[in-house]
């Protein structure tokens, strides 16, 4: 399994970007697909998070309104809008998956390398 995010950079506050990550190595409308991030010194958050069945969606309440997750199968790719950026959610955004739901870090089984995002204020 491959999971190879992308779309991380620098930024103002205020601003947008778009994260992407494209899934390879398993059935990606099989799995369930987060964000998670790790902001530097501390420990992995959630973020989003897409239930492959149901297409729902949860959210850390710290980006609820500002980011959106989707996916889009026939690509095998999930992305991470980001809008109104904060300097808060400067993070190491990681993507990953896994065959049961869960809005912890701990429950996802395949992670991505993570990409970059650094918002200044």
């Known amino acids: 399994v491959q999971l190879q995010a992308s779309g991380g950079g620098l930024v103002q506050a205020g601003g947008s970007l778009r994260l992407s990550c494209a899934a390879s190595g398993l059935t990606f409308s099989r799995y369930h697909m987060g964000w998670i991030r790790q902001a530097p010194g501390k420990g992995r958050e959630f973020v989003a998070a897409i239930n492959w069945s149901s297409g729902s969606t949860d959210y850390a309440d710290s980006v609820k309104g500002r980011f959106t997750i989707s996916r889009e199968n026939t690509k095998n790719t999930v992305y991470l809008q980001m809008n109104s950026l904060k300097p808060e959610d400067t993070a190491v955004y990681y993507c990953?998956?896994?065959?049961?739901?869960?809005?912890?870090?701990?429950?996802?089984?395949?992670w991505g390398q993570g990409t970059l995002v650094t918002v200044s204020s």
């Open positions: 990953a998956a896994d065959r049961s739901y869960g809005l912890q870090p701990g429950n996802y089984d395949y």
